[in-house]
Each structure stands twice: as C-alpha cells, then as structure tokens.
C-alpha cells in the first residue's frame, strides 16, 4: 500500500504534542470530506472526534472510513456550539474550516473550543492570509471577509491581515505561530498560496 502523506501542519501539530502529552483525545471541527485528516492522528493512536455542519461532507469521511476500515467518529455539528462536555479534549484542531466563518463565528467558535479544551491542552487553527492569491476574487462585504457564489450557493471566507488573528486568542498561550507564503505552486493542492498556522495552548 502507498503511504499516505498528510499537510506539513498536522505534522508540526503533533511535534507539539508529543512534547505536551495530556490525554490522547483529538476534535476536529470541520471534520469532513473525502480526505479527513483525522486519519492522521488515528493512524497515531489518538481517540479521534469530528464535527461537520454538512452531511455531505460527513459522508465522503463515512466512505473514506469505509474504504479504510477505519472509525474516526464524526458526527454532525457546528464548531459555533460543539456538541461536547467542557474539558474533554487534550487537543483540537480545526484544518483549513474555520476559514468558512464569518470573524464574529470565528470568535464564538474559539470561545467553544476554549471550553471544550482541557486545561494544559493544545489547539492547531489556520486562517487566510490577505496576501493569499484568491483575496482580491469579490468584493468584501465587511473587512476581509467576502462571499464567492458557486452555482446557487453561496460561500463565505475570512482573511486577515499577519497578527490579526491574535487577537482571538486572549484566554489562550499562543505557543507558535508561522505565516507561511507560497511563492511557487500552492499549499497541499488546496489552491492556496498564504496560510496563517497558529499552535495555542489553555
Ligand atoms: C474546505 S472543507 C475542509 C474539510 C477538511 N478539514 C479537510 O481538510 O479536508 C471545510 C469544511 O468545514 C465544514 N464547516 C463549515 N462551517 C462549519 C461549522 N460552522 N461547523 C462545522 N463544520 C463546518 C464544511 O462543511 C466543510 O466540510
């Protein structure tokens, strides 16, 4: 079988973790799709969970999981009010979805994985850059944010300018944090060419 490879993030993710060892217990908000990352952490003894507010998307991981014969746990659910006990997770990601909320459901969704994070544990997010190249496709409807159409959908995503994601983070250590500018080609065949990645701590 071919060795499946995984975004350099995750990978930087769990470096962080094995030097911060709480419980083995992954969220990932956005969970969802063809090629669900947390396969990765699965695949490295983690007790894996997923929320994704699109069954669609929770079906293509169904299959991923079927084809694999692999569980991974992912249910339907908003990253906005996550459907789990406070303190429960020792690590949460959220991999290129958070990038869908508008900045006011960026910050109730931070504020959710604040609660459900236990203390000590670590939290893996990144966010667009204004510098990525698809910045200037529409117009922004409010700073940074702008709505693309596909077909009859409608589709929202949020850029920032390089610190300011920061300040979601007030309750939390921000431990690492990379901009990471793509000068040829894109990041992980998503089209992308700047990424904020964030590594935060409760
Ligand atoms: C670009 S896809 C990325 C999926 C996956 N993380 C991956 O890397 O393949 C964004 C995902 O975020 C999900 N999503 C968008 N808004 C959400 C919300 N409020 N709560 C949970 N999931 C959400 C979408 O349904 C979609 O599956």
Redesign the pocket.
Known sequence: MIKKFYPSSLYNFLRFIQSNPVNKRILD?????P???LAFFYENGFETYG????EN?IKDADDYCKNHDIKLNIIK????NIPFDSNFFGYVFS???MI??SKNATAQAINEIYRVLMKGGLCCLNFLSKDDKWFDENEETKPGEIISKHGSKEEIHSYYDDDEPDGFFHNFDILYKEKRHILKGNYFNTGRTCILDYIIKK
């Open positions: 908000c956005g969970a969802g799709g090629n669900p990352k929320i994704d507010i699109s998307e659910g908003d990253m906005r991999y290129l979805s869908h909320l």
